[in-house]
């Protein structure tokens, strides 16, 4: 039986693809071991009336979502724990246009680094006033807003002591599909950057940069919460990275 991967083997792996060039973060990136089982492996199938896949697509209406969707703090009857913040950007397009009236969901782990998932067992608190979903509507500005608390990085056993950065997935749905986006926002200065192979896996720099928000001291509510900015774009050379490649 061989040894079982430790970081300095991964770290190893990541500097060896560190600065290759594509469209995309390779679909078998091998540092992040369930690429290789899961990534696909047929060509990709070519769709011959792109406005026929809108008709089969997911909907929602304004009446889904509520002005309280977006503060995942009050979803209970108690305060949840941990450091309180605000997340706020704009959701945009290749020409710097407003997506307006858009869906934006997201989801993340606790204060303490754990999902309220059946499946995510690991020895870390849940928090009974914090379930980690919410979602808005972007307005005629392409602004969105969130009021949240700031998740634990959490271990995910790629490897021997794997850990995540802390982060919140998000999800869009843009104006069309192929605007359709999930993708992950960072924080900025986590240490774990260097060692975790999802992030690594985009290869590009300036791409994994523009996945970190930033830390805006104006942003932040006196006695209440700090504020973070990320603006995503959905389309163009300057895109927000998907989790599946643009």
Request: glycine share 8%.
């Given at each position: 039986m061989s040894e079982p991967l430790k970081q300095a083997d991964i770290d190893q792996e990541i500097a060896a693809r560190a600065g290759e060039q594509g469209d995309h973060p390779a679909r078998d990136y091998a540092p992040y071991r369930s690429t290789l089982l899961r990534h696909p492996v047929q060509p990709l199938v070519a769709i011959k009336d792109p406005e026929a896949a809108e008709?089969?697509?997911p909907v929602f209406g304004v009446s889904d979502v509520t002005p309280f969707d977006n503060d995942l703090t009050k979803q209970h009857l108690g305060e949840p724990l941990g450091e309180r913040i605000t997340v706020r950007g704009r959701v945009l397009d290749r020409q710097g246009r407003p997506v307006r009236g858009q869906l934006v969901e997201v989801w993340q782990a606790?204060?303490?680094?754990?999902?309220?998932?059946?499946?995510?067992?690991?020895p870390a608190p849940l928090d009974p006033n914090f379930s980690g979903v919410g979602r808005c509507l972007t307005d005629d500005d392409g602004n969105y807003l969130f009021t949240t608390i700031k998740p634990g990085p959490y271990p995910w056993r790629n490897h021997v002591n794997a850990w995540r950065p802390a982060h919140?997935?998000?999800?869009?749905?843009?104006?069309?599909f192929t605007q359709r986006l999930v993708t992950q926002m960072y924080f900025p200065g986590d240490p774990l950057f260097p060692y975790?192979?999802?992030?690594?896996s985009v290869t590009d720099e300036r791409a994994r940069q523009r996945l970190v928000a930033?830390?805006?001291?104006?942003l932040s509510e006196p006695e209440f919460s700090l504020g973070y900015r990320w603006d995503i774009v959905l389309d163009g050379p300057t895109a927000t990275w998907m989790e599946e490649g643009r």
């Open positions: 008709l089969a697509g606790n204060s303490s680094g754990r999902y309220l998932h059946q499946r995510d067992d690991h919140i997935h998000f999800s869009l749905f843009g104006t069309s975790d192979p999802i992030m690594q930033d830390y805006v001291h104006d």
